[in-house]
């Protein structure tokens, strides 16, 4: 049967589907820690991800990094029932903006394992010192290609300051 | 009489772009039926996974997402090598449909990278040839590309990320280039030609090439131009003088002469062509070199056709003028003061309220050029104190400073003193100055000037 209109090979958007079920099972993990996600929040979390991939220029394939995003961050102390499903929402929305800060040359692994190791530490769970303070001046140190970016702290450099627009 | 009857292809070839050869290609199968609407569904999936397989390699598995100019690329190197295993066959154009039936798009894909890869390596041999058969004459695009433009991509290509990996810089053009071809096709294209035009000009002295060039333009060694092409035409004018083939001088007399002898012929362009084969059978050129000097024929016969309508036959064929190259000056500046220092000194000379203080100061301290453009810059001059500083220096001294200006020949300078009196000008406080300063001196005097100026690099 020929085709009647000329139909383009490329397709035209590629960012991959990850239902609700695949999210909600990572439950199983968090119980342990008093942390579960709701239908609702799971959808939330997914339309968080996906406007932050779009605002950020990123596509995502595979299964995506969330469940790797929930293991690492589900035994922090400054996460509870109340601020759980909101907080992991603006951890992925910091997650592919520093991807792109640090231009893509630390992996998911290591991005992960630096935010939660500040998140936890200097930032005292502050989402806002995280985002605005640590993990900028973390990237702009992987940007100029020094080697231990992720001693910032020990040794003195790690500025966590009141005034936020210092940088 | 042939009784065999070939089937008519129901596929059209004009509708399948070189560029994007597997996409306009499905899309011509699918529009005259040979590809069902699920074939073409199931060959995008088959990309999307490829795309994803490539994703996953490129970021060594440590990522699971990457920007979309990323994901771009690399679904450019996936059609790239999609389109060289394509374009291998040469049989009936539907036999790409067969191909991509029996086949799964990853395999295609393998087998195209590794034809690109086979014609990397030949890359580097032509290379190889090309940097021996190396001219050695002063031109600044020719030996950038010789030495530096392939640098970056002999060492770092990759045929799995075609368009990841960094490509040549080249600025140097050649006679003919093909930009239908795209990366190492147009490499490995670019190599063999400009190895083959350098060929041909190693029948030459290359005392002779450099003279030729020289003769063309004063600053030919600053522009794009191809040398080829020079020797090549200079050549033919030899033949047509009846002159050896040994050497490449021609004379103001030879061009009057082939203007009479162009005058007089009905059809330039068979004497031309004449010419060449002449050229091409006392050289014993063979293979692609004899057909690229044919095919670089049509551009030059039209250009010596214009020539010879406006008399203008010594712009294309070129007299040698012996003593005309005027050598470069390169400069190297002097040691630069510490910040701390430069500091204090420019602090010295603004608390000053003498000019001769001031001078005295930048004298003693000021001994590169670098040096003295950030002490312009600073402004801790006033007016004409500026104009005292440039009578202190000397004729190099000022053409260096000129250097950093956008003053450069007489032209220019006009321009921007009409500016600076219309109070329309938007140099800097140093640089009208200097204007200024110009404008004082005689007209003699600042051609010397600009002589230095554009003989000197900085």
């Known amino acids: ?167 | 009489m042939n009784t065999s009857l070939t089937k008519a292809s129901r596929m059209d070839r004009s509708r399948i772009l070189s560029h994007n050869y597997t996409q306009t290609y499905i899309e011509e199968a699918a529009r005259v039926g040979l590809l069902t609407p699920l074939d073409v569904t199931n060959l995008q999936l088959s990309l999307v996974k490829l795309l994803e397989r490539q994703i996953q390699r490129y970021t060594r598995f440590e990522s699971s997402s990457v920007k979309v100019e990323t994901a771009e690329g690399l679904m450019r190197s996936i059609l790239y090598a999609l389109d060289v295993r394509l374009k291998q066959l040469k049989g009936e154009i539907e036999e790409g449909v067969t191909l991509l039936k029996e086949k799964t798009l990853e395999t295609l894909f393998i087998e195209g990278f590794n034809l690109i890869n086979e014609k990397f390596n030949k890359c580097k041999t032509y290379f190889q040839k090309v940097k021996e058969t190396r001219l050695k004459v002063d031109n600044y695009a020719y030996n950038d590309t010789m030495e530096y433009a392939f640098t970056e991509f002999f060492g770092f290509y990759e045929a799995e990320f075609s368009y990841q990996s960094p490509m040549p810089d080249i600025d140097y053009p050649l006679c003919i280039d093909d930009m239908q071809e795209e990366n190492t096709d147009y490499i490995y294209m670019y190599l063999k030609k400009l190895y083959h035009e350098n060929l041909f000009c190693n029948s030459f002295p290359v005392a002779e090439i450099q003279t030729l060039l020289d003769s063309s333009h004063p600053h030919q060694s600053e522009m794009l131009i191809n040398i080829f092409e020079y020797v090549l035409i200079n050549a033919i004018g030899r033949q047509l003088a009846n002159k050896d083939l040994k050497h490449l001088e021609l004379s103001e007399g030879d061009c009057q002469s082939l203007q009479m002898q162009f005058e007089t012929q009905l059809d330039i362009q068979m004497l031309v062509e004449e010419a060449v084969n002449e050229i091409i059978k006392s050289l014993h050129v063979v293979g692609f070199l004899k057909h690229y000097m044919l095919e670089a024929l049509p551009p030059i016969v039209k250009r010596i056709k214009a020539n010879v309508e406006n008399d203008t036959l010594n712009q294309i064929f070129i007299p040698f003028k012996l003593g005309t190259k005027v050598e470069k000056v390169h400069f190297t500046d002097g040691e630069s003061l510490e910040d701390e220092r430069f500091k204090k000194m420019i602090e010295a000379v603004c608390s000053s309220q003498l000019v001769v203080e001031k001078l005295m100061i930048f004298k003693e301290n000021v001994h590169s050029l670098k040096d003295t453009i950030d002490f312009l810059e600073a402004e801790c001059l006033f007016g004409k104190e500026y104009r005292a500083l440039y009578k202190s220096l000397s004729l190099p001294e000022i053409s260096l400073l000129l250097k950093y200006t956008s003053i450069s020949d007489e032209q220019s300078f006009k321009t921007h003193l009409q500016e600076v009196q219309n109070d329309k000008s938007l140099l800097k406080p140093w640089e009208m100055e200097l204007v200024y300063f110009l404008a004082n001196k005689e007209a003699a005097q600042r051609a010397q000037l600009w002589l230095v100026v554009q003989n000197i690099n900085v």
Do not use: W
């Open chain 1, 1 to 167: 049967m020929k085709m009647e209109k000329q139909q383009s090979f490329l397709p035209q958007a590629i960012i991959s589907q990850i239902n609700k079920t695949e999210l909600m099972a990572c439950n199983d993990y968090t119980k342990k820690y008093g942390l579960l996600l709701t239908e609702e929040e799971t959808m939330q979390i997914l339309e968080r991800r996906k406007t932050s991939l779009q605002s950020y220029g990123r596509i995502e394939i595979g299964g995506g990094m969330l469940d790797k995003l929930i293991k690492e961050f589900c035994d922090s102390p400054y996460l509870n029932s109340q601020n759980y499903a909101s907080t992991i929402a603006e951890l992925t929305e910091l997650f592919y903006y520093f991807k792109n800060e640090a231009l893509d040359k630390l992996s998911d692994e290591e991005l992960l394992k630096i935010m939660h190791m500040y998140f936890d530490g200097p930032c005292g769970g502050s989402l806002e010192l995280l985002g605005q303070s640590a993990l900028e001046q973390m990237t702009r140190h992987v940007r100029y290609g020094e080697a231990e970016y992720t001693k910032l702290e020990e040794r003195g450099e790690l500025y966590m300051g009141d005034d936020l627009n210092e940088y």
